[in-house]
């Protein structure tokens, strides 16, 4: 009963949630760049090369069975959707960082002015002279 109650508490912890949460995005923020890597830009590339459909290239060494293909093309496509994904999350990370920045350059609100520690020293003097 303790390990189901000890992952019980680990499961709920706010970071893994917040984890699970990102896993989740990201999984669908990773088929929002396929599609647009896939549907937008690499047509579009392929136009400019010349209708070159860049998931189809691919280079055969041996022959017959036995023969190993390269498929360099997927390699191609994955490597532009890796640069795109990358290329967003730097501008989401950069702008995470400029509003974290923009928080911590607002200054602290001061606190009410008071007697000083030397005032109050000066004040238990006179009051114990007093007596």
Not at 29 to 53: A, E, Q, R, W, Y
Request: with cysteine; aromatic share 8%.
């Amino acid at each position: 009963m303790g390990f189901i109650k000890e992952f019980k508490e680990f499961a709920m912890k706010g970071n893994v949630m917040d984890m699970a949460v990102g896993v989740i995005i990201g999984g669908a923020f990773g088929k929002i760049v396929s599609s647009l890597v896939d549907d937008v830009l690499m047509p579009l590339v392929g136009m400019i090369t010349g209708n070159v459909d860049f998931t189809k290239l691919a280079f055969k060494i041996g022959e017959g069975e036995e023969a190993a293909t390269l498929a360099y093309g997927n390699f191609i496509q994955n490597t532009v959707d890796f640069l795109i994904v990358a290329f967003c999350i730097f501008l989401m990370l950069k702008g995470i960082n400029k509003l974290n920045k923009k928080k911590e350059e607002e200054p602290a609100p001061e606190a009410p002015a008071g007697p000083t520690q030397e005032e109050l020293l000066g004040e238990i003097r006179d009051l114990l002279k007093n007596k």
